[in-house]
């Protein structure tokens, strides 16, 4: 019996409603994975304009208030250990949701914090668990996409990420005209209550049953000595460890820099951060578009440049003398340019490790978080009254970070995918 179209059926149509759809999804899910992998920059810019007035509200040295940002990066960082393996072995859903749900809980419990070390303990616990949602939200693109096609895809979301930079301490910076510090944390805790229903609705399990690691802590624990023996993963994840570092003492020592040494307001810090932050919007989208044309390789090492330049010249403004004219485009280019080592870089690494891609994401994002918070204190130890401990901290950060690309990792000929894998 012969088979009849509608009288409307038009395969070219068709085809065009199938592509459109096919875009409007992988836009929602840029937009969800962006905003998951902004934990960092919420939980840590966010509050950085109202890190002078809390040393004066609670009654603390300037060394004890920046052990606040200290604790939350190493939650960041011990977080991921946890997350990256666990989404391995039970999916990337539940442990995702989890995360993100006790996140929530901890950014109330912050606003509430009656003195410094119950500040500094909450700020742990809030970085761990806000932890889950950057580690998974890369092992969810790893489960998707690979090679070039996995680079494109995180410049794209850092197009999401780059935004938390820049309104964070613009939004932290006007609360502060008609509220206190402890106001930021109230923000903080909405936001996580509009994550958690953006990943409840918004994302299916990327990691189908049949690619799930069955294991406890020994299989985590090898897994992990596989990664760290294998010298071109460990060439790009420290690279990305180092420039990230860098930042985060930028980070640390700014508002203390800027405010104090400088006298800028907290609005007017806001804005010069959100100047800085921009530029990894730029950079990650310059990236964006030229991967496919340029390896992912040779951009990472153009980023690497830029940050070695602008490291070495924010030390050269600082003991020169050369005020903010000097400093501020120093600061730009070590910021800017994580837009093109981050997304490089993590792409790079997990290329070839697509069967622990929760614990190869785990691991860089381990580095990046437990290097900066070993130096954050570093940049505070002359109190606030000198820039000079900050600079050399981050000229010698972004130069260990070329170096670990330069001495570890090696060019290779094999293209790279651009396409989706295939679960």
Not at 209 to 235: C, E, K, W
Not at 312 to 338: E, R, S, Y
């Amino acid at each position: 019996m012969p088979r009849y179209k509608p009288v409307n059926y038009n395969p070219k149509t068709v085809a065009e409603d199938q592509e459109a759809n096919k875009k409007e999804s992988q836009l929602k899910l840029i937009i969800i994975i962006g905003a998951l992998s902004a934990f960092g920059p919420l939980s840590i810019d966010m509050y950085l304009p109202g890190l002078p007035s809390l040393t004066q509200d609670l009654g603390c040295p300037t060394w004890q208030a920046q052990l606040t940002l200290t604790a939350c990066l190493l939650g960041l960082a011990g977080g991921q250990i946890l997350a990256g393996p666990l989404s391995d072995i039970i999916g990337r859903r539940r442990p995702l949701l989890a995360g993100i749900f006790l996140y929530t809980v901890t950014s109330l419990l912050c606003a509430l914090a009656p003195s410094v070390p119950i500040l500094i303990v909450l700020r742990l616990i809030q970085g761990a668990t806000g932890a889950a949602g950057i580690v998974i939200s890369r092992a969810m693109v790893r489960d998707l996409y690979s090679g070039a096609a996995a680079a494109r895809f995180f410049a794209m979301t850092m197009a999401i990420n780059g935004l938390a930079p820049i309104l964070a301490p613009v939004i932290g910076g006007q609360l502060l005209s008609f509220t206190s510090w402890r106001g930021v944390f109230v923000v903080l805790t909405l936001i996580g209550i509009g994550m958690f229903l953006a990943a409840l609705l918004g994302l299916n399990e990327t990691l189908p049953q049949n690619r799930r690691h069955s294991g406890g802590i020994s299989a985590t624990l090898t897994t992990f000595g596989r990664l760290l023996t294998d010298r071109t993963y460990m060439g790009y994840a420290l690279a990305a460890g180092f420039a990230s570092a860098a930042m985060f003492a930028y980070i640390a020592g700014s508002p203390f820099v800027l405010e104090d040494i400088f006298g800028v307001s907290p609005q007017m810090f806001s804005l010069i951060f959100a100047v800085n932050a921009t530029g990894i919007i730029i950079a990650s989208q310059i990236s964006g578009r030229l991967v496919g044309r340029v390896k992912p390789r040779k951009l990472l090492m153009l980023g690497l440049t830029g940050s070695l330049i602008g490291g070495w010249f924010v030390l050269v403004a600082i003991v020169g003398n050369l005020g903010l004219p000097g400093l501020l485009p120093a600061f730009f280019l070590v910021v800017a340019d994580i837009g093109f080592t981050g997304p490089n870089a993590t792409a790079e690494a997990l290329a070839d490790h697509a069967d622990v891609a929760g614990s190869a994401s785990a691991l860089i994002g381990v580095l990046q978080f437990s290097i900066g918070s070993v130096v954050t204190p570093l940049v505070g130890i002359g109190g606030s009254a000198t820039a000079i401990p900050m600079a050399i901290v981050i000229a010698v950060l972004s130069s260990a970070a070329s170096l670990s690309f330069l001495l570890l990792t090696r060019p290779t000929s094999k293209d790279q995918d651009l396409s989706i894998v295939k679960s």
